[in-house]
């Protein structure tokens, strides 16, 4: 294998005759490094500084040395390194107060060790690596903006070998805590929109979590009246001027929408007097035009007819041409 090795064994063994000593050296069975990087190898021991030599105890200040021979380590060869792990935030995030995120990846070399960047850059990120972990935190403030969206955590391992860099990331998506927002109220009459029809009513909001809560008011005047509950409502028209609003809330707050206002028409209007003298006024003029034209078609047919009987009683009264009546042709005689 390439790279630097860095083998710490201290251990101890003592040297002296027909004494026996207690110690005990911890090492770890397996050791993981990447291809191409360096690797450190932990050692830790404990010793007693009193020694049982059988008869009574003996304060031993001898220099000890030993090798240790049994329970090697066996080393892991990774060509890529394994993703970090994240720290959530405590639950629940709410707009507007901070946010702490932890992200920690394993440190294989001590002379490399990984850079752990956070993307997007929320907010102040600081790093620290205690033994074989390099742990990144990251402290921003929560806003509306960040719910739903991605944030990862990247750590980056330079190679000695190859002069290269690998990366391994992982991933978070953020659930941000809010009041309702945007919250509107709308309206479907039933047609035609009057007093004594229907209208459907729909409240709706953005939240997180989704509103619990839904209750409808109508305005009457200067009076604000409740009038049912749920995101749907149905009711009935009673009066000229309707002005509905919902009222919505979560755990985090509440939110009135704005007014929904619908203009109908009562019975009163719809057939007051004057409508109906005006209707009237109009028929009345369209039918005495219509009579006037029926009247004037009769009296010029009969003008027509009059007319032709005239012509007709003058010719059959009319005298013999007399020029015609006259002339006599006589013939002569041969």
């Not at 191409?36 to 932990?42: E, K, Y």
């Not at 390099?134 to 990862?152: D, M, P, Q």
């Amino acid at each position: 294998m390439t790279g630097s090795w860095r083998v710490f064994l201290l251990c101890s063994l003592l040297q002296g005759a027909g004494c026996y000593q207690r110690f005990e050296a911890l090492m770890p069975e397996r050791v993981t490094t990447l291809s191409g990087s360096c690797v450190t190898v932990p050692c830790s021991f404990t010793l007693e500084d009193r020694i049982d030599c059988g008869d009574g105890r003996w304060e031993i200040w001898n220099q000890l040395k030993y090798s240790f021979k049994e329970n090697p380590v066996t080393f892991m060869i990774k060509g890529l390194p394994d993703a970090p792990r994240l720290t959530p935030p405590k639950e629940p995030v709410v707009e507007g107060t901070p946010v702490e995120l932890g992200c920690s990846a394993p440190s294989y070399c001590d002379t490399h060790p990984p850079t752990v960047t956070w993307t997007p850059a929320l907010g102040l990120s600081t790093q620290l690596q205690q033994n074989d972990t390099v742990t990144s935190t990251l402290t921003f403030n929560a806003s509306l903006l960040h719910h739903g969206n991605n944030v990862s955590c990247t750590a980056a391992y330079y190679i000695p070998s190859g002069n290269k860099t690998v990366t391994s990331t992982i991933y978070k998506i953020l659930s941000i805590s809010y009041a309702p927002r945007n919250t509107s109220a709308v309206g479907s009459p039933c047609l035609p929109a009057r007093e004594g029809g229907c209208l459907n009513l729909t409240c709706s909001s953005h939240a997180n979590p989704a509103v619990s809560e839904v209750t409808w008011y109508r305005i009457h005047r200067e009076h604000i009246l409740k009038i049912g509950t749920g995101s749907s409502l149905s009711i009935q028209l009673w009066n000229a001027n309707n002005v509905f609003f919902c009222e919505v809330r979560n755990d985090f707050g509440t939110e009135k929408s704005t007014v929904y206002k619908i203009d109908i028409q009562i019975p009163s209007q719809i057939f007051n007097i004057p409508d109906l003298v005006l209707c009237i006024g109009k028929s009345a003029v369209i039918f005495v035009g219509i009579v006037c034209v029926v009247v004037c078609i009769i009296r010029t047919r009969k003008v027509g007819e009059e007319t032709r009987s005239f012509n007709a009683a003058t010719v059959k009264r009319a005298p013999p041409d007399e020029e015609e009546s006259q002339v006599t042709w006589i013939q002569a005689p041969h």
